[in-house]
């Protein structure tokens, strides 16, 4: 049983031999991986990660330092690693679940069998920083972004209650991230596996490829048909790919080379799912 504020269990699965921890987009709530708890196969339990200010936490202030949120994430996901679990992140999730990783194993105790990153370049190299670079938008140039990107209905955001709630979750997120400078580490040691949409307006499939810098043990890159929010409806195509780390005959050795896919080939692998 998942008890504690950090993690939302839709579909307790307590003899799952498998379980992933899911990091969702900038202003999503848990809710994003609901569908995933309530289809995902009998061998998996979902875990969606719920950040301070969002769902039962509504009324704690959001985070604001990236290093010390990723400090208390890691110290919650350390009483999940008990069986083989795979953390997977979203957009601004995948940077979350890529920091938890490394700080998992910078301290030395048990490390995910697998992280998978969707929706989302590959981190700055060390000594670049995005706080100069940050510019916090207006709510006009937000809600336009929100829209372009297709995780949420305009008719949503014509709703003046829901946008200031949308707005407001969105923009805290992107501060969040964009105050948020990657420290340099050794690269990881767990596999890491990489999603995107062949039309992500804020990731291309080279972006993609570049988190190869980021571990020993790269296991590619594998486009979806569809934009940024390309997983919305493909539940099952991406969760069979958080499955896939979890099987050590999948996860490449160190010594393997590094597995290479062409956008073509990835095409033809999702086409009418």
């Known amino acids: ?54 769902e ?23 009483p999940f690693m008990d069986r083989r679990t795979v ?23 048990p490390s995910p069998a697998g992280l998978v990153v969707s929706g989302c370049s590959s981190p700055e190299p060390p000594g670049t920083s995005a706080a100069q670079e940050y510019r916090e938008p207006d709510d006009q140039e937000l809600a336009a972004w929100l829209v372009e990107l297709g995780g949420t209905p305009a008719e949503l955001l014509a709703d003046p209650e829901a946008r200031a709630v949308i707005l407001t979750a969105f ?23 990489v999603l995107v949409g062949q ?11 570049r988190w190869s810098g980021a571990t020993e043990r790269f296991a590619g890159v594998r486009a979806f048909p569809g934009g940024h929010f390309y997983l919305v409806g493909r539940t099952s195509g991406v969760i069979a790919e958080v499955l896939a780390m979890t099987e050590p005959s999948n996860r490449p050795d160190r010594s393997d080379d590094t597995p290479r896919t062409s956008p073509a080939s990835h095409h033809e692998q999702t086409r009418g799912r």
Do not use: Q
Request: proline share 12%; with cysteine.
């Open 1 to 54: 049983m998942v008890n504690g504020p950090w993690f939302r269990s839709y579909v307790p699965r307590p003899d799952a031999p498998c379980r992933v921890i899911c990091f969702g987009p900038a202003g999503g709530s848990p809710a994003f991986f609901l569908e995933w708890a309530r289809s995902g196969p009998p061998e998996l339990e979902v875990l969606a990660c719920v950040l301070p200010g969002r």
């Open 87 to 109: 953390l997977f992140g979203h957009s601004m999730g995948a940077v979350l679940a890529w920091e938890t990783t490394r700080r998992l194993e910078a301290d030395g105790g």
């Open 56 to 78: 039962a936490r509504a009324a704690e202030p959001p985070a604001t330092d990236l290093s010390v949120l990723v400090g208390e994430v890691a110290a919650a996901v350390r």
């Open 199 to 209: 039309d992500d307006p804020t990731v291309s499939v080279a972006d993609a490829e």
């Open 171 to 193: 923009r805290a997120d992107l501060g969040l991230l964009g105050t948020h400078r990657p420290r340099p580490a050794p690269r990881l040691r767990t596999p890491l596996r």
